[in-house]
């Protein structure tokens, strides 16, 4: 049987409180996506998950910065920090805590798909040697990294992991723990790709305290749509990846 | 149609001081059985750091005892990883030559690229240079073998005149495979003259489509090597059972084994944009087929069951032009030992007789010794 996570539940309990929306969901145009992989000290391959996800063989951290410029709830700029994993067979990355540049952001990103954000100071530039995004939170510089010499490629060659947001569903009228998955569709207007490189990495802001990036894997940078998704299934963190996943 | 077994050496966790002793013996056994029962081919894989899912880093030698503890059996070398940070070139045609003399003149040389960045990571590889130094090899090696003396300066390997010792026992040279798991490398096969080595299994409809275009190619290659070898070889999994039921189900749960353990590794594709990797290979084709079929019911290609059945399966293989079938007979352990070995037992005894041997394929007749 492949490993599987270690770390205590109580560590997975928090997190939003899920009402997903009913009808239409967002659709989130033109929207700028930093992603860098890093592989990270085997020593934390089962400490960060929960026994309801196996790791990934190398354990690995997805950095993600995604600036959308129009919304809802208006324009915002959120951080993600996901560990790779695989619920059953599935590829999934952990998300346990992110940051977004805006409370109302927060608020309706954390409601509607679970995903846990802090509101800080999240940032994304590019230029034409680099792409960089940064997170600064209370006062802190708790990511830093870039994407380095872009050159295009097709977006088609790009994959995104689907998240598992740790936050609360509502069963029974009692609010219980779970991971939510969230599995946007993207649609590509260009990407790049280039060298991964990371300044700055708090691993105990984004709740992953143990994770340490010591191999630069890959960063990419696409200009996509994105389309939300409806909420279908969520994981028991406690249980078995084999038992772990319901239907919403 | 030509039977053979096919080897990931997959070992579960927990590891003891013998855990993979134990499996390569087993491997062993199994093999000598094959050998006995008139199996055709056992092939071997090389992988390396894949925890759990294939302890088989180093193929060469394992064949080679395999090869020392049978007569007739042929030994697949599936595949040789042909990227430089892998293997060497001039290494890999003197094993290959040497696993041919010591055999006897069994070997099959396959050839691959690697597909997982666990893999590509760890050795330090590039994913966008190995379908190159892929091609590149697959050209050379054939002249390493034949040549007196043999001196190359391409764009990823270069060497001066240097006679290559030993040459295989096989004249011209050992039958060439490539290991196909990416649509369309089926293709490159067939264009280059070597014989498919299909990884992936997908539906009778899907692979008949994929043969015939295989065929139709390989009518106007330009062969790497000396001979065309028009093969095509596929992967499945056997467990034959005289019941029904129960070897559907066992055969289901060594089909999910397998799978579950092929998906925890990060496959290049998932890891390092490129268009070297269009899609993730063998693994969602497995999932597919292992989850294909409705509830309740046996997907249709696998080859579990009772003898029956797998003859019926067998016959749709041959029916859209497979010529081989390899049998993944364990994952990690999941079936007992004995009831491996009795499946093996039940096949060579009713199913086998079933499929007469047709004539030598072209490969094979003009790659002997």
């Not at chain 1, 993600?64 to 920090?81: D, H, K, Q, W, Y």
């Not at chain 2, 966790?13 to 199996?39: H, I, K, M, S």
Request: charged fraction near 20%; aromatic fraction near 8%.
């Amino acid at each position: 049987m492949p490993l599987v996570g270690t770390r205590s539940v109580s560590a997975f309990e928090g997190g939003p409180k899920v009402s997903p929306l009913a009808g239409e969901q967002w659709l989130l145009p033109g929207c700028g996506i930093l992603q860098v992989m890093y592989e990270i000290d085997a020593d934390a391959i089962t400490s960060l998950l929960p026994p309801a996800l196996h790791p990934t063989i190398p354990p690995t951290v997805v950095f993600t910065i995604t600036n959308v410029p129009e919304s809802p709830v208006g324009p915002f700029v959120m951080a993600e920090a996901k560990v790779g994993s695989r619920s059953g067979a599935r590829p999934r990355g952990l998300l346990v805590t992110g940051f977004v540049s805006t409370g109302a952001a927060a608020d309706a990103l954390g409601a509607a798909w679970g995903y846990p954000l802090r509101v800080a100071e999240v940032t994304l530039s590019k230029r034409y040697d680099r792409v960089s995004g940064r997170v600064v939170a209370s006062g802190s510089r708790v990511l830093d990294m870039a994407l380095m010499n872009p050159e295009p490629i097709s977006g088609n060659d790009i994959q995104y992991l689907a998240n598992l947001n740790v936050a609360q569903i509502e069963r029974d009228r009692t609010w219980i723990s779970r991971l939510v998955q969230s599995d946007p569709e993207f649609t590509f207007r260009s990407a790049d790709r280039g060298g991964p490189h990371l300044e700055a990495f708090e691993a105990g802001a984004f709740g992953l305290a143990g994770a340490i990036p010591v191999f630069p894997v890959s960063a990419s940078y696409a200009i996509a749509d994105i389309q939300m998704p409806e909420l279908r299934y969520v994981a028991d963190p406690a249980k078995s990846p084999i038992a772990a996943v319901e239907r919403l | 149609m030509k039977f053979g077994i096919f080897y990931e050496i997959s070992v579960p966790r927990p590891w003891g001081p013998t855990t993979e002793y134990e499996v390569y013996q087993n491997c062993l056994e199994q093999v000598r059985l094959a050998d006995e029962l008139g199996f055709d081919q056992v092939w071997a894989v090389e992988h390396h750091f894949l925890e759990e899912y294939s302890h088989c880093s180093a193929p060469e030698i394992f064949l080679t005892a395999c090869a020392m503890q049978t007569k007739n059996i042929r030994i697949g070398r599936g595949i040789v990883v042909c990227v430089p940070q892998f293997n060497n070139p001039v290494k890999a045609a003197e094993v290959a030559a040497t696993m041919d003399l010591v055999s006897g003149g069994r070997l099959e040389f396959g050839t691959g690229r690697s597909a997982t960045w666990t893999e590509l990571g760890g050795m330090g590889a590039d994913p966008d240079e190995t379908k190159k130094t892929w091609d590149e090899w697959t050209r050379i090696i054939p002249k390493m073998w034949t040549q007196e003396r043999f001196g190359y300066q391409g764009r990823a390997f270069s060497m001066p005149q240097r006679t290559i010792l030993p040459k295989p026992l096989q004249k011209p040279h050992p039958p060439m495979w490539v290991a196909v798991t990416s649509p369309g490398t089926e293709l490159d096969a067939a264009d280059r003259g070597m014989g498919s080595l299909g990884l992936t299994f997908g539906g009778f409809r899907e692979q008949e489509k994929k043969i015939a275009e295989y065929r139709r190619r390989i009518k106007h290659c330009e062969p790497v090597g000396s001979f065309v070898n028009e093969q095509v070889n596929t992967v499945n999994f056997l467990m034959c059972h005289p019941d029904l039921d129960y070897g559907a189900k066992a055969g289901q749960r060594l089909a999910g084994t397998f799978n579950y353990m092929a998906e925890q590794l990060l496959a290049a594709r998932q890891a390092y944009p490129t268009r070297s990797y269009p899609n993730l290979g063998l693994l969602p084709a497995l999932r597919r087929e292992a989850t294909s079929a409705p509830e309740g019911a046996i997907p249709e290609g696998l080859c579990i069951g009772n003898p029956d059945r797998i003859v019926e399966v067998i016959k749709n293989w041959e029916s859209v032009g497979v010529d081989r079938i390899n049998f993944l007979l364990n994952a990690a352990e999941t079936i007992p030992q004995h009831e491996v070995l009795e499946s093996m037992r039940l096949f060579a005894r009713e199913v086998m007789p079933k499929f007469a041997r047709t004539a030598e394929p072209v490969g094979a007749a003009t790659g002997g010794v």
